[in-house]
């Protein structure tokens, strides 16, 4: 029997720009009060990026950290999940493995928008179970703030800035940090329940229906509920696939779409909510960079503790989900 090689999570870390905007602001501009942003959203302030600062910022601070977690000088391959690249060309990974001194690794962007991250976990598991990477340093990062319509007031207040990180490396089935099997999926039918319509091939060719609308839009409720359904299904099926309950999860690690999705997510799988993590609250939805950031926050506060089974799901534009799963493995916490 041949043994297949196992990723485990080696290290975490994140980065979120130092300016916080509070929902009383974001009302300022779009109406209403803050009181109902948190009431709809369960947000009551996100940060956002000073101009000047790229989506490939946020990654190498954020990939850096995960290095330093990880007390690794190199990786063989760096894989950045954004929807808000540097450029459309090239790619943002391959500048962020240089800046982190990675030049010469493999480096390459997924585009699945929130579901990004849980999608290069998925290519990174790949790399390494064929041999072709020994160590991936696998990094969400978005700058959803410039994508956002001031006269929106359902996406609007959603969104802001951010990158987490994590480290992994080869190792044997069973052992910490060991991930499970990841489930993935997508619907195309549903590409125009979130988008940036403007902007691609479409526009430059004048293809029917093209526009140059460069804000992201949303139908929400329409996402609301594919959402919740998607990554219940996406769970049910990484939690057969490792061969635990539902009941047997210690933390649930859902992206930060909005916090009346997560409730209907925990009902929905028959876990309880003080087993699902969230930080939606300070840091808004950061698209690609909320599972591993509440990750990093999570673990950096006593949320995840060693030997803990984790569950991560997630759901964004496409339509694209996923869901995997660990064993917390012992990290240390930087000082």
């Not at 000073?50 to 990654?59: E, H, R, Y």
């Not at 969400?140 to 001031?150: H, K, Q, W």
């Not at 698209?287 to 991560?312: M, W």
């Amino acid at each position: 029997m041949i043994a297949v090689r196992t990723s485990v999570l080696a290290g975490v870390g994140s980065r979120l720009p130092a300016r916080e905007v509070t929902s009383e602001e974001v009302a300022a501009h779009i109406g209403g009060t803050a009181r109902w942003i948190h009431t709809r959203t369960g947000i009551r302030s996100r940060h956002v990026v000073d101009p000047g600062v790229t989506t490939g910022d946020l990654a190498v601070a954020a990939g850096r950290a995960a290095l330093a977690s990880a007390r690794a000088d190199s990786v063989s391959a760096v894989v950045v999940a954004t929807t808000s690249p540097d450029r459309p060309c090239p790619g943002t990974a391959p500048a962020v493995a240089a800046r982190l001194g990675l030049a010469g690794a493999a480096a390459l962007d997924v585009q699945a928008v929130c579901a990004g991250f849980v999608y290069a976990l998925g290519t990174a598991q790949g790399l390494i179970a064929a041999g072709t990477a020994d160590s991936v340093l696998v990094i969400g990062a978005d700058v959803m703030s410039p994508l956002r319509d001031p006269s929106d007031p359902g996406v609007f207040p959603l969104f802001g800035d951010g990158a987490g990180a994590v480290v992994l490396r080869a190792g044997r089935e069973g052992e910490p940090g060991a991930l499970g099997p990841t489930v993935l999926g997508a619907d195309g039918r549903g590409r125009d329940l979130i988008t940036v319509p403007g902007g691609g091939c479409e526009e430059a060719v004048g293809a029917t229906g093209a526009t140059s609308e460069r804000y992201l839009r949303m139908r929400g409720r329409e996402v609301f509920a594919r959402a919740v359904e998607c990554m219940e299904a996406a769970s049910r099926q990484a939690l057969d696939a490792a061969g635990w309950k539902a009941d047997e999860v210690d933390r649930v690690v859902p992206h930060q779409a909005n916090a009346r999705i997560i409730t209907m997510l925990g009902e929905q799988l028959g876990i309880a909510a003080d087993r699902i993590l969230t930080n939606i609250e300070d840091v808004g939805n950061t698209s690609a960079a909320s599972v591993p950031l509440l990750l990093d926050h999570a673990h950096r506060d006593g949320g995840l503790a060693p030997g803990q089974r984790v569950l991560l799901t997630a759901f964004g534009g496409g339509l694209a989900w996923g869901a995997t799963t660990l064993v917390w493995p012992r990290l240390d916490r930087p000082t």
